[in-house]
């Protein structure tokens, strides 16, 4: 079974440019997460979507971020204008379903974004 | 205060020795645990996941959870080098939707 896919793998900007960020989740998974791992933290989530529709979106910057998820399965991210803080690692994960209590999470191996 | 506090280490080990990993967290509303093992540039995966208090063992990993505590550990026994990875907890709350919340992470370094 192949993985959730990421990319780019690498990304450098200068800030105030935009950039944009693709995961492919597991094929046939409902659930799919974007997360944003600054260096020394753990991650942190910024959207969940369930198939095609937004789960949760609270931690997400709504003013710079958005993302979408087309079709219910390839997902885009996307910072417009990128600050000096958004350089992170930016985590895509997915899971076969979708509901209260634990469903294993999958992740891609991340988007390293540095902004200059 | 985090909602889930994790001692990010280093902690450096020699190989064989039993590895104890922590966590402290404040939310009641928490009942599942988990452990990832994140490996430098990679994605975190799944180690060990235990809902609501006890124990869970699989192989040279021991889970346990300590509500009362609000504590949660994982221990390694036999360490070897390709242990050597970030140790993140990970807690979901009941009706949270899945939605994780991870600790900083510890990074173990095991040396041969």
């Known amino acids: 079974e192949a993985g959730v896919a990421q990319s780019p793998r690498y990304k450098i900007i200068e800030k105030r440019q935009s950039v944009a960020f693709w995961c492919n989740p597991i094929?046939?998974?409902?659930?799919l997460y974007w997360y944003q791992q600054i260096l020394g933290q753990g991650p942190k989530l910024l959207i969940q979507?369930?198939?095609?529709?937004?789960v949760d979106d609270s931690q997400l910057p709504k003013d710079r971020f958005s993302a979408e998820r087309l079709k219910g399965v390839d997902s885009t991210l996307k910072i417009q204008p990128a600050k000096l803080e958004d350089s992170a690692v930016y985590l895509c994960?997915?899971?076969?379903?979708w509901g209260q209590g634990e469903e294993t999470q999958y992740f891609g191996p991340g988007t390293r974004l540095l902004v200059l | 205060q985090k909602e889930v506090e994790q001692d990010p280490g280093p902690l450096s080990v020699p190989e064989g020795a039993i590895v104890s990993l922590n966590c402290t967290y404040s939310?009641?509303?928490?009942?599942?645990f988990m452990w990832y093992r994140q490996y430098s540039r990679k994605g975190p995966e799944l180690l060990m996941y235990?809902?609501?208090?006890g124990n869970k063992e699989d192989g040279r990993f021991t889970a346990q959870v300590d509500k009362s505590s609000k504590y949660i550990s994982l221990f390694i026994r036999d360490s070897q080098p390709s242990d050597s990875a970030t140790y993140l907890c990970?807690?979901?709350?009941?009706?949270?939707?899945?939605?994780?919340?991870f600790g900083a992470g510890t990074r173990l370094a095991v040396h041969p």
């Open positions: 994960a997915s899971s076969p379903r």
């Open positions: 939310n009641s509303a928490f009942q599942y």
């Open positions: 235990t809902y609501s208090s």
């Open positions: 990970a807690m979901i709350s009941s009706g949270g939707y899945n939605k994780l919340i």
């Open positions: 094929s046939g998974h409902a659930t």
């Open positions: 979507f369930q198939n095609n529709g937004v």
